[in-house]
């Protein structure tokens, strides 16, 4: 158990539907990062929080948002959804970042979206 | 940009046999490297970590050394067990000014047959 929880774990929904992933860091962790993870595209790193506040962003779509919230979970919305975002779209917490150096990422289990 | 490259999969081993998975980087600045396992129907793990050059990380068998002479970050194991079919992501932290990015190689999946 990586003290990462990701709900829900799966979730079925039509083309156009708008759905929220939410995500629960480990205690203290004060970074948060999503990734999607797709057969054919890898992981790929959507955006990453840290304290509230957005730190970087990768390949994620306009028509996809996050936040951070002051108790640090985060809620990745996902809308107009296309039959292309099925896919595992995980949560990762990470205890320091910036001066403070690395520390490695806790992954949770993720959220497995079918779009139909 | 930073960047990690590693060896395409699938592969596939008979149990005790010798594993390498290759790793190369892109990176300025000095990196952490990484890698991590994922598990049919879990999430990604940490499997062994090492941040600076000349380390070496070890965790379960497996092993990993730091080279920055060759920008690599090999995976190895020396007698691969059934329960070690999995996916392993090679991965880099960026220094901390990027804000501690993490890139992650494209996964290569190993599967151990009995």
């Known amino acids: 158990d990586s003290g990462v929880t990701q709900t829900p774990k799966h979730l079925i929904t039509a083309t156009g539907q708008r759905v929220t992933l939410r995500c629960s860091p480990r205690?203290?962790?004060?970074?948060v990062y999503w990734y999607q993870q797709s057969l054919d595209q890898g992981l790929q790193f959507l955006i990453q929080?840290?304290?509230?506040?957005?730190?970087a962003k990768g390949n994620i779509l306009e028509r996809f948002s996050a936040q951070q919230f002051p108790d640090l979970h985060s809620e990745l919305n996902l809308s107009s959804l296309e039959l292309g975002d099925s896919a595992l779209y995980f949560c990762?917490?990470?205890?320091?970042?910036?001066?403070?150096?690395?520390?490695?990422?806790?992954f949770g289990e993720g959220s497995r979206l079918t779009v139909l | 940009g930073d960047s990690v490259t590693q060896m395409e999969g699938p592969v596939t081993l008979s149990e005790e046999a010798f594993l390498t998975i290759n790793c190369t980087y892109t990176a300025t600045g000095y990196p952490s490297l990484f890698w991590y396992v994922q598990y049919p129907g879990e999430g990604l793990q940490l499997l062994l970590k090492?941040?600076?050059?000349?380390d070496k990380g070890s965790n379960k068998g497996f092993e990993a050394t730091y080279r920055k002479e060759t920008t690599s970050f090999h995976l190895e194991k020396g007698s691969v067990q059934v329960s070690d079919s999995a996916v392993y992501f090679c991965a880099l932290s960026g220094p901390p000014n990027t804000g501690n990015q993490f890139y992650f190689g494209t996964g290569t999946s190993l599967t151990v047959i009995p």
């Open positions: 929080y840290y304290n509230g506040e957005e730190r």
């Open positions: 090492a941040t600076k050059a000349d």
């Open positions: 990762a917490s990470s205890a320091r970042t910036g001066i403070l150096g690395t520390g490695e990422l806790f």
């Open positions: 205690s203290g962790d004060l970074s």
